[in-house]
DNA sequence: CTGAAAGCGCTTACAG
DNA sequence: CTGAAAGCGCTTACAG
């Protein structure tokens, strides 16, 4: 290449690398430019990162890359990530993955920082030094966060409940033990103790239908059957409606149901579910951000996503 | 490294590259490892890329990752990958990446092979010389191909449909102009055209919810109605449940319907779906181990993976 | 059985 | 403004 642009090797790499002007003439530099298009060169990455010490790639850590929800925050991350000329090693843990450790172990010394959405701290311990982002954890910890304003998400969806006439709410509470669904479950109870006459209960389930479908059906079976049936993600919702079906209660005539994060399924359900709309590939791209700020050497402040209540055909007036 | 373990280095290279056998003394070979584990050593992988022009990563390239299903076949192939020290980098085309090529430009120089799910062939002119595996694609090319026995899958539909008595059959077919769907197509008009009086509608639709109701209502509001819809694929499925309730058709009572490839989605409906399961995960996972074999100089067959049927509440005897 | 040496292709002081 | 040289940390002939 560089005998091709008839330049030393030096010369390509400050042209290619943008750092040529006012080290380089402009001539030598288009020409060198005009080889690379002909030849169709491009630096070799391996050569570079050697002598960088640096790796221009990033792993995001994520549950699992089968709720399409963490497909967002991928996409969002990636878009990022590919126009500052870094590159994006997904690891699923631990749902999806083998032998955990095997790809930590393997891309330890491959990366230069990690994205973590929604997992336990403990799980970084294997990264010490590590530059990290965490995405939808608990802003407590020493690291930059980017999470979802979720409490006024909850709060939004117990007003939207409260102004339709609902007192008796019921709680489907997913069971993982995550910040997120802690605050969630905070702001529901805080908003429906600030309805008069309010009252909560709640059963816990793990993420998956048919045990949220059990667990919503524990709260219909109460003596006094709540009217509303707050769900803290549409997958959730997707049990209650099934829950709701098997006892003969129409959803919203009978029972309004409500869930969070306004995926696919929300509108693949009947009615249509109302549900607060989280930005999960912007999530992904302000982590992303947030991250390369970090490698940059700046200090990237925590942020916070605000959500927004999306009205469907699943919640009416309380009968 | 090399002077904690009091060899050379050469000889931790040959011990942690287990090419040790016969060239280095056990004991010698224990002390390195034993110094290895104490200091946490791991080989740069910069360096070894450098040394030996591979990268032992490979690009797994789908229309999206916000679809589950191949968040699945991505689970599949980065299992396989870190079985064999090898890392997976996913690139989502052209659904979520921002500018498409240059994610791709930054990439050709640092991966060994690709893996293409479900894309048109033409993507991959970028990247002349790289070894690949398609999935989910057109057999007749001239590269490994990983396919589903869909062709199995519909025949399968068309058959159980036919035991239950219906005739009259619409096919809510996808849109996009992938072999797949074409295999699809065609199975089905034989499987009916070999039912007695069989008769086959068709409507065609982009893969969302709302086109897909669309182009189900067509069929439904044809003269003769169909007594069955076989939908491309479960998200078509949604949208179909969607047209009858909309004409107060019950499912499976007035109309059954049909999916194909057995997402969550198939069990968050309600009745739940009649559908083909088609293993996305192992899809990933074999394709994986056929770029592996041809990176290692085999010339791996190309193989077909068979669905199942599961008859859930969707389908029932034709009114 | 073990080690010294070359070289992979870059980037970055440094000399001119 | 331009080029020669060093060195990033490996792997692999090669010599002993």
Redesign the interface.
Known sequence: MAQAAGVSQSTVSLVLGGKWPGRVSPATAAAVHDAAERLGY??????R??RMGT?RTVMLMVP?????F???V??GA??VA??H?F??????WP?????AD??F??????IDGILASSMPREVLAGFPGTPVVMLDSDPAGAETTVNFAVADGMRAIAAHLGALGHRRIGHVAAEPDQWTFQVRGAALAAGVAALPGGALTRAVTSID??AAKDAAGRLLDAHERPTALVCDDD?LA?GA??AA?ARGLDVPGDLSVTGMDDV??A????PELTTVRLPA?ELGAQGMAALLELLGGGRPPSRSLPGRLVVRGSTAAAV
Chains 1, 2 share one sequence.
């Open positions: 491009r630096p070799n990455p391996a050569a990162n050697l790796t699992t890359l089968i709720a399409p963490f497909g967002s991928h996409a990636a878009r590919a126009r000329g590159g994006l090693v997904v690891y699923p749902d999806d993955a083998g032998p095997s790809p172990a393997a891309s330890r010394e491959a239908i048919a997958m997707a409606y099934k079906r696919l399924l509108t693949a359900l009947e590939e």
